[in-house]
């Protein structure tokens, strides 16, 4: 079969499946599940003959012969006991649930996957195949999952300006399904081409890429993703990690991260209290290598980022705007971040372009410096991509041509010469604007949140939205304002 038509066939039980009541998310977690144990049969058997670990009464012959309610049973049995393995197969099949109660539509599904051979299939085939559904299941609202789906667009324009190297590792503190790891391991296959030597291709392949994701289920998609994608081997040990990055100092540093940590604000733990009640508590990291102690989930990511990096390391991360102007320990951590780093450029997003709503986010670029008495950073250049911006995630949704400017403007050799030009007074919104450390260190709390472009929309008519991106955007609002109503009332309840 040709690609178009597999992934055709894929889609085709999805919807199937869908209109039976499975969702976008059981579907994806069952083909992880179903694809693994094809591979697995086929890597055991010539020309690979590699033992997997899976024992013969759970392998896919063994699932694929019963029909009906043995069908049923053996696939419970298999998800159960392989959940209970080490490495990779612990980590895919770990709290794994059976979804699909028909067994006729399950073997329908375990007949879609038999029929290919994935092992030779190539991996981008597969990739494309696996990141659609990804894709397709973030757009589910109701699930939630999109909160682990960065748009890919952003992801490939961050890339672009970070520009990472074969033979150095990149690594995603809160990896989500994979999508930073894989925007590197694509570019650096695609710019490299032909000049990659064998230590390099092994290296990228097993060393290159590392992470962190604590549900359990997500590091499982991700895992998945980065399986099919050719990161990593079937029988090999996984390069996400369960552990909260949060916990404790990094064993090892690294060249590069590129992440988008979860935007809730403060991190909690649930506790059971003398009543026997269970209520949930701020939780504090306490971290010798952090400037200060807080639970606010977002400012402990950006210092355990800042201490994963080399002296000589590289970071992008996407953080909401509280990062930027919030006070105490807001302010405490802009400021050693400057100090210790080369904060060099933030680029302003605007909303409706994550399948969360309502989200205020940006990206810090910042590269890490040996200890200093004076501060690395001198200026930090920012690009304001969300004044008289619109996008939603259907009508006009953010495309890789919407950053081709910043990423432009970003790898401008002499970033002063744009400068100029666009403070001219025939370009007065120029987008990208430079501010000194004196400068911002002068602000009230050191904020970052800086704009300068006039809200259009504010005095002119005629820069309205279309209306049914205006109609869009207002769908968005109110239902980000509903999810935060509901977070407010299940604490009042805890």
Request: hydrophobic share 35%; net charge negative.
């Amino acid at each position: 079969m040709t690609t178009q038509e597999i992934v055709a066939k894929v889609w085709s039980f999805c919807h199937v499946l869908r209109d039976a009541g499975v969702s976008y998310g059981d579907y994806l977690e069952q083909l992880t599940y179903l694809i693994f144990l094809k591979m697995a049969d086929e890597y055991a058997n010539p020309p690979y003959n590699r033992d997997i670990g899976i024992p013969k009464e759970l392998n896919w012959p063994s699932l694929k012969k019963q029909r009906g309610a043995a069908l049923e049973s053996q696939y419970i049995k298999t998800l159960r006991e392989l959940g209970q393995k080490k490495g990779m197969l612990g980590q895919i099949f770990i709290k794994s649930q059976n979804k699909i109660q028909d067994p006729a539509m399950l073997s329908r599904v375990i007949e879609m996957i038999d029929k290919e051979s994935w092992a030779q299939m190539g991996s981008k085939v597969k990739g494309d195949i696996y990141e659609g559904i990804l894709e397709k299941n973030a757009e589910d609202t109701k699930s939630g999952a999109g909160q682990y789906f960065t748009p890919r667009p952003l992801i490939k324009a961050i890339v672009e300006c970070i520009q990472p190297e074969p033979g150095k590792v990149i690594s995603d503190p809160a990896c989500g399904t994979g999508g930073f790891l894989l925007a590197a391991y694509d570019f650096i296959l695609e710019k490299y081409e032909g000049k990659l030597d064998k230590t390099q291709k092994e290296f990228l392949k097993n060393g290159a890429f590392a992470g962190n994701e604590i549900v359990p289920n997500t590091r499982r998609l991700c895992l998945m993703n980065l399986l099919l994608h050719g990161i990593g081997t079937i029988d090999g040990e996984p390069p996400i990690h369960p552990d909260d990055a949060l916990l404790s100092a990094p064993s090892a540093t690294v060249d590069y991260v590129l992440t988008n940590p979860p935007f809730g604000k403060k991190s909690t733990m649930t506790v059971t209290n003398g009543d026997g009640k269970q209520e949930k508590e701020d939780f504090v990291y306490n971290r010798q290598d952090f400037w200060i102690t807080t639970s606010n989930k977002q400012l402990n990511f950006v210092q355990h980022i800042r201490s994963m990096l080399k002296s000589s390391g590289k970071a992008a991360v996407v953080v909401p705007d509280n990062v930027l102007f919030e006070g105490g320990g807001g302010e405490t951590v802009r400021k050693e971040l400057m100090k210790t780093t080369n904060l060099h450029t933030v680029l302003r997003l605007p909303t409706g372009i994550f399948y969360a709503h309502g989200v205020k986010a940006n990206v810090i670029f910042f590269d890490n410096k040996e200890a200093s008495k004076k501060p690395w950073t001198k200026d930090i250049w920012f690009y304001d991509y969300r004044t008289n911006i619109h996008h939603t995630l259907k009508q006009k949704p953010l495309t890789e041509a919407s950053l081709v400017p910043f990423i432009e403007c970003y790898k401008s050799k002499n970033r002063d010469e744009l400068a100029h030009v666009w403070s001219e007074s025939s370009n007065p919104d120029g987008r990208f604007r430079k501010y000194s450390y004196d400068e911002i260190i002068a602000r009230d709390k050191t904020s970052l949140d800086i704009f300068w472009l006039k809200d259009a929309s504010l005095t002119d008519l005629d820069n309205l939205p279309e209306p049914e991106v205006l109609a869009e955007e207002i769908i968005e609002s109110i239902e980000a304002s509903l999810a935060n109503f509901r977070n407010v009332l299940s604490s009042l309840e805890a």
